[in-house]
């Protein structure tokens, strides 16, 4: 099972990009490279999820390099309500193998 | 349902008693996972169903934790004899395991375990 660190908590303020990178050595080649985003008091929710190079949707962008051994999730001016942990999670797209093992988070903090 | 239903929300016990704890996960979505949240940690990951079947138990911190899934459908977590370390959240998810979209993890609110 891939492995991720991520750094545990960030700080920003409202109108500023936001990128937060998570380190996968040892990615497997059928593995996938997912983001969540979990609120106080709730379960995490799916942000954006890629294989390589570059995904954008309405949230955010991913980019991974060409060695895929990280990513990087990257949030356009982010607002107070983006205060939240983030989770690199990396495994298969339909895992069928088993756990899941998602890293410590990364808890932001978007200030005013 | 549109989504995953954990029942119950909140939960408060006491030490020594036995809890069950509830998922209803997506229609058609195969795997399901539960997981366990302590205040301030990151997900802990418990047990992994296919199916009806638990390929994956490697998570239950002690055999007063089991879990099963009928009609690969519900899953039921079962904690026996409390413990106050067992107070946490416990989250479940749910998953397809084929098909042309992201393979995401759709996770219910989780039920707030609270053991005195």
């Known amino acids: 099972l891939a492995k991720t660190t991520q750094p545990i908590s960030m700080d920003s303020y409202e109108g500023q990009e936001v990128n937060i990178t998570c380190s996968h050595n040892?990615?497997?080649?059928?593995?996938?490279i997912t983001w969540y985003q979990q609120f106080p008091s709730q379960g995490p929710r799916f942000i954006i999820q890629?294989?390589?190079t570059k995904v954008t949707n309405e949230v955010a962008s991913l980019f991974i390099p060409a060695d895929r051994k990280s990513s990087t999730l990257s949030l356009p001016r982010v607002s107070l309500s983006d205060t939240a942990v983030y989770y690199c999670l990396v495994g298969a797209r339909y895992n069928q193998g088993g756990k899941l093992i998602f890293g410590q988070g990364t808890e932001l903090s978007v200030k005013p | 349902g549109a989504g995953v239903s954990q029942s119950p929300s909140n939960k408060v016990t006491e030490k020594g008693k036995d809890v069950e704890l509830r998922c209803d996960p997506i229609?058609?979505?195969?795997?399901l996972y539960w997981y366990r949240q302590s205040l301030g940690q990151g997900l802990e990951f418990l047990i992994y169903f296919q199916g009806n079947s638990a390929p994956d138990k490697s998570g239950l911190p002690s055999d007063r934790f089991s879990a099963e899934r009928t009609g690969g459908s519900v899953s039921t977590l079962t904690i026996q004899r409390t413990q106050q370390e067992d107070s946490a959240v416990y989250l479940c998810?749910?998953?397809?395991?084929?098909?042309?979209?992201?393979?995401?993890?759709?996770f219910g609110e989780g039920s707030r375990l609270t053991v005195l």
């Open positions: 998810a749910s998953s397809r395991t084929s098909g042309s979209g992201t393979g995401e993890l759709f």
């Open positions: 229609s058609g979505h195969t795997a």
């Open positions: 890629g294989y390589k």
């Open positions: 040892n990615i497997a080649t059928n593995d996938y």
